[in-house]
C-alpha cells in the first residue's frame, strides 16, 4: 500500500496497489468530505508473508517494503500521475548534463525521535548504499556516483562519473538516519526491527508472524494522516485471509482471481478494484545447473508449456501471457515480441537436438546416464503460484520431464534458498520499478549472495546494453535500446516469462478518501479517513 517509492521488490503474494490505468469495479466514489471529527480509527491489512528487515536499504520483500513505506521518505516519489515530485527534497535542480544533482531539503523535518533530518543523513545513506559490507541489493544504481556532499543542512550535492538516467527515480530510495546507525554494522542493527524513519507512519510493534503496528506521525511533514494506526497481520494462509473479509476484520487485502469472482453479497462491505499490474511471474533457472545451461533446453521448455491453460486456470482470464521483463504498460515493452506458441513436438526435437532421449524406455528423458528430474520451489500461501507449478508439472511431463514441486514458508525460501542460489527452479515475480532500467535483475556483475540476478544470468550483449540503456537520456533512443533488450530476454530465456497480472485490490466500504489514479489506489493514503460514525477502533490513552 501506499506510499513513499520503493526500488523492486520480491512478491510473496498477490499485488494490491501498484499498477497503472486502474479500472475502479464498481465505480464507486465516496459521498463524504473529511471533517476535523474524523480523525482518528485504525486501518487492518494482511499479509501471508512477515517482513524480514525494516530498513528500506535491506527490505527485499513485499511484508518489509510496504512497512517501509509507511516509515521512510526518499528525496522523491511518483505522484497520482507517476511523475517524480519531491519528498525530502523540496526542490532539485539538474545540471551538467544530468552529470550533476542539486537537491534542496525541506525545512523543519524530524525523524520519529525527534532529531532534525539533515543532509547529512542523506549523505551517510549513500554511503551504507556502497558499502561492500552492507547486504543491500540496491548499491549498483549508486555505483557510477562520483561523490554525495552536504555543503549545509538542507542542500544536497550530488555528481556523477558518466550520465545515468534513472539517476533522479533512484534517490526515491528511503534515507536512513545517521545518528542511529552510525556505530556498529547496518546489517545486524537492531532498528532493522525498531525503524526510525521519517514518514507518515512510525513504528510502535511487531509480534513475528502475528502482526506489526504502526501508528500516525503527528509531527509529518504533509500533515497528520488521518488514520490513527495500521495494523498489518501476518495470515500465512490466502483462504483464511480471504475468510477474514466476511468478519469484516480485515479493511484490505490483494485477492485472488477465484476470490474475486466470489459471489457478490461477499463483498457487500467492500469495494473491489481491479487494474493491470506493473509486475510479471517467472519460472527462473539457476543457469549455473548443468540442465539449464542449453539454451535449447530452456527454449524447449518455453514450447512445451500452454500459456492459455495458466491464463484461463490460474488467472481465469485476468491477467496475459508475458513475452519479457517489462509489462504491457511500460513504455519500454515491445508490442512485436511474440507470446510463445505451445509445440510439444518441437520441444521435444530442440530436447533430442540437444542429446536428450528416453534411452530406457521409462518416460523420462536421459542424458549421459541422468534421468531430466528437477525442482521447482516458490512460497507457501500463494495459490496461483501452486497452481502455476501443478499447471508447468503436467506441461512438461508431456515431453519427457520430471518436474517435483516444493512449497517454503517466505522467508525460509528467500534466505535460504533463493539468496544463496540453493535451487533448479523456482517460481516468484517482481513488482517493478517504473524506470524500465532492471540493471541489478540482469546485468552479470549481480550475480552475488544476496543480489538480484540469482538466476546467474550472464551474456555480454545484454550487458552492454543495460549499461547503455541507464546512459542514455534520449527517450527514443532509451525505448529502442529496452525493445532490444526485451528480444533479447526473449531469445535466451534465462526466465520462462509466465504471465502479467492484475491487481485486484478490495477496500472496506467504511474507508472514504479512496481515489484511483494510473499509480493505483494507495497514493493519497495518507487522506484516507472513517468518518467518526463510521469508525471501529479507539486507540487506548496508555
Given at each position: 500500500?501506499?506510499?513513499?517509492?520503493?526500488?523492486?521488490?520480491?512478491?510473496?503474494?498477490?499485488?494490491?496497489?501498484?499498477?497503472?490505468?486502474?479500472?475502479?469495479?464498481?465505480?464507486?466514489?465516496?459521498?463524504?468530505?473529511?471533517?476535523?471529527?474524523?480523525?482518528?480509527?485504525?486501518?487492518?491489512?494482511?499479509?501471508?508473508?512477515?517482513?524480514?528487515?525494516?530498513?528500506?536499504?535491506?527490505?527485499?520483500?513485499?511484508?518489509?517494503?510496504?512497512?517501509?513505506?509507511?516509515?521512510?521518505?526518499?528525496?522523491?516519489?511518483?505522484?497520482?500521475?507517476?511523475?517524480?515530485?519531491?519528498?525530502?527534497?523540496?526542490?532539485?535542480?539538474?545540471?551538467?548534463?544530468?552529470?550533476?544533482?542539486?537537491?534542496?531539503?525541506?525545512?523543519?523535518?524530524?525523524?520519529?525521535?525527534?532529531?532534525?533530518?539533515?543532509?547529512?543523513?542523506?549523505?551517510?545513506?549513500?554511503?551504507?548504499?556502497?558499502?561492500?559490507?552492507?547486504?543491500?541489493?540496491?548499491?549498483?544504481?549508486?555505483?557510477?556516483?562520483?561523490?554525495?556532499?552536504?555543503?549545509?543542512?538542507?542542500?544536497?550535492?550530488?555528481?556523477?562519473?558518466?550520465?545515468?538516467?534513472?539517476?533522479?527515480?533512484?534517490?526515491?530510495?528511503?534515507?536512513?538516519?545517521?545518528?542511529?546507525?552510525?556505530?556498529?554494522?547496518?546489517?545486524?542493527?537492531?532498528?532493522?526491527?525498531?525503524?526510525?524513519?521519517?514518514?507518515?507512519?512510525?513504528?510502535?510493534?511487531?509480534?513475528?508472524?502475528?502482526?506489526?503496528?504502526?501508528?500516525?506521525?503527528?509531527?509529518?511533514?504533509?500533515?497528520?494522516?488521518?488514520?490513527?494506526?495500521?495494523?498489518?497481520?501476518?495470515?500465512?494462509?490466502?483462504?483464511?485471509?480471504?475468510?477474514?473479509?466476511?468478519?469484516?476484520?480485515?479493511?484490505?487485502?490483494?485477492?485472488?482471481?477465484?476470490?474475486?469472482?466470489?459471489?457478490?453479497?461477499?463483498?457487500?462491505?467492500?469495494?473491489?478494484?481491479?487494474?493491470?499490474?506493473?509486475?510479471?511471474?517467472?519460472?527462473?533457472?539457476?543457469?549455473?545447473?548443468?540442465?539449464?545451461?542449453?539454451?535449447?533446453?530452456?527454449?524447449?521448455?518455453?514450447?512445451?508449456?500452454?500459456?492459455?491453460?495458466?491464463?484461463?486456470?490460474?488467472?481465469?482470464?485476468?491477467?496475459?501471457?508475458?513475452?519479457?521483463?517489462?509489462?504491457?504498460?511500460?513504455?519500454?515493452?515491445?508490442?512485436?515480441?511474440?507470446?510463445?506458441?505451445?509445440?510439444?513436438?518441437?520441444?521435444?526435437?530442440?530436447?533430442?537436438?540437444?542429446?536428450?532421449?528416453?534411452?530406457?524406455?521409462?518416460?523420462?528423458?536421459?542424458?549421459?546416464?541422468?534421468?531430466?528430474?528437477?525442482?521447482?520451489?516458490t512460497n507457501q500461501g500463494n495459490?496461483?503460484?501452486?497452481?502455476?507449478?501443478?499447471?508447468?508439472?503436467?506441461?512438461?511431463?508431456?515431453?519427457?520431464?520430471?518436474?517435483?514441486?516444493?512449497?517454503?514458508?517466505?522467508?525460509?525460501?528467500?534466505?535460504?534458498?533463493?539468496?544463496?542460489?540453493?535451487?533448479?527452479?523456482?517460481?516468484?515475480?517482481?513488482?517493478?520499478?517504473?524506470?524500465?532500467?532492471?540493471?541489478?535483475?540482469?546485468?552479470?556483475?549481480?550475480?552475488?549472495?544476496?543480489?538480484?540476478?540469482?538466476a546467474g544470468y550472464a551474456n555480454?550483449?545484454?550487458?552492454?546494453?543495460?549499461?547503455?540503456?541507464r546512459q542514455t537520456f534520449n527517450?527514443?533512443?532509451?525505448?529502442?535500446?529496452?525493445?532490444?533488450?526485451?528480444?533479447?530476454?526473449?531469445?535466451?530465456?534465462?526466465?520462462?516469462?509466465?504471465?502479467?497480472?492484475?491487481?485486484?485490490?478490495?477496500?472496506?466500504?467504511?474507508?472514504?478518501?479512496?481515489?484511483?489514479?494510473?499509480?493505483?489506489?494507495?497514493?493519497?493514503?495518507?487522506?484516507?479517513?472513517?468518518?467518526?460514525?463510521?469508525?471501529?477502533?479507539?486507540?487506548?490513552?496508555?
Open positions: 500500500m501506499g506510499r513513499p517509492f520503493r526500488p523492486f521488490v520480491l512478491l510473496p503474494f498477490l499485488l494490491a496497489a501498484c499498477g497503472r490505468d486502474p479500472i475502479p469495479e464498481p465505480a464507486w466514489q465516496s459521498a463524504a468530505t473529511f471533517q476535523p471529527g474524523d480523525l482518528g480509527d485504525t486501518f487492518v491489512e494482511s499479509s501471508i508473508g512477515d517482513a524480514s528487515r525494516l530498513n528500506p536499504l535491506l527490505a527485499t520483500d513485499s511484508a518489509s517494503g510496504d512497512i517501509c513505506g509507511y516509515v521512510f521518505n526518499g528525496l522523491v516519489k511518483y505522484d497520482k500521475d507517476l511523475r517524480l515530485v519531491g519528498d525530502l527534497a523540496a526542490s532539485w535542480e539538474i545540471r551538467k548534463g544530468g552529470l550533476e544533482i542539486i537537491f534542496h531539503l525541506r525545512p523543519g523535518v524530524r525523524w520519529h525521535d525527534g532529531v532534525p533530518f539533515t543532509a547529512r543523513d542523506v549523505v551517510f545513506t549513500y554511503r551504507v548504499l556502497i558499502d561492500s559490507n552492507v547486504a543491500t541489493p540496491f548499491g549498483a544504481d549508486f555505483a557510477d556516483v562520483q561523490s554525495v556532499e552536504a555543503p549545509d543542512d538542507r542542500t544536497v550535492r550530488v555528481r556523477y562519473a558518466k550520465p545515468f538516467a534513472p539517476a533522479l527515480e533512484s534517490w526515491g530510495m528511503g534515507m536512513i538516519p545517521e545518528h542511529i546507525f552510525k556505530d556498529g554494522p547496518v546489517n545486524t542493527n537492531p532498528a532493522n526491527r525498531r525503524p526510525v524513519g521519517t514518514g507518515p507512519y512510525q513504528f510502535l510493534e511487531w509480534k513475528p508472524d502475528e502482526k506489526i503496528v504502526l501508528e500516525a506521525n503527528a509531527d509529518y511533514f504533509e500533515g497528520r494522516p488521518r488514520l490513527d494506526r495500521i495494523v498489518y497481520r501476518i495470515i500465512p494462509d490466502s483462504s483464511v485471509e480471504f475468510l477474514e473479509l466476511r468478519n469484516e476484520s480485515i479493511d484490505f487485502m490483494g485477492l485472488s482471481p477465484d476470490q474475486y469472482g466470489a459471489y457478490p453479497e461477499f463483498f457487500r462491505h467492500y469495494n473491489k478494484f481491479s487494474y493491470p499490474s506493473f509486475s510479471y511471474t517467472y519460472l527462473a533457472f539457476n543457469l549455473d545447473h548443468p540442465f539449464f545451461a542449453d539454451r535449447r533446453v530452456r527454449q524447449a521448455l518455453a514450447q512445451a508449456v500452454d500459456r492459455k491453460d495458466i491464463i484461463q486456470g490460474v488467472l481465469l482470464g485476468r491477467g496475459r501471457s508475458a513475452t519479457g521483463p517489462f509489462p504491457p504498460s511500460s513504455w519500454a515493452f515491445d508490442p512485436s515480441v511474440p507470446e510463445d506458441v505451445y509445440d510439444p513436438e518441437a520441444a521435444k526435437a530442440l530436447l533430442k537436438s540437444a542429446g536428450w532421449a528416453d534411452a530406457n524406455g521409462d518416460g523420462i528423458l536421459d542424458k549421459d546416464g541422468r534421468p531430466f528430474e528437477f525442482t521447482v520451489l495459490k496461483l503460484r501452486e497452481l502455476t507449478a501443478t499447471i508447468l508439472q503436467s506441461h512438461f511431463a508431456r515431453v519427457g520431464i520430471q518436474m517435483n514441486i516444493r512449497i517454503l514458508e517466505w522467508s525460509a525460501f528467500i534466505h535460504n534458498y533463493v539468496d544463496k542460489r540453493n535451487f533448479d527452479a523456482l517460481i516468484l515475480a517482481w513488482n517493478l520499478s517504473r524506470d524500465p532500467d532492471q540493471y541489478v535483475i540482469w546485468h552479470s556483475s549481480q550475480r552475488g549472495p544476496g543480489k538480484y540476478n540469482f555480454p550483449a545484454a550487458d552492454r546494453l543495460w549499461e547503455e540503456g527517450p527514443d533512443r532509451r525505448r529502442d535500446i529496452y525493445h532490444r533488450l526485451h528480444r533479447l530476454l526473449a531469445q535466451d530465456r534465462p526466465y520462462l516469462f509466465l504471465y502479467y497480472p492484475e491487481s485486484l485490490p478490495v477496500v472496506h466500504r467504511r474507508i472514504h478518501g479512496v481515489q484511483t489514479a494510473p499509480a493505483g489506489i494507495a497514493w493519497n493514503f495518507r487522506e484516507w479517513f472513517v468518518p467518526r460514525a463510521l469508525q471501529k477502533y479507539r486507540v487506548s490513552a496508555n
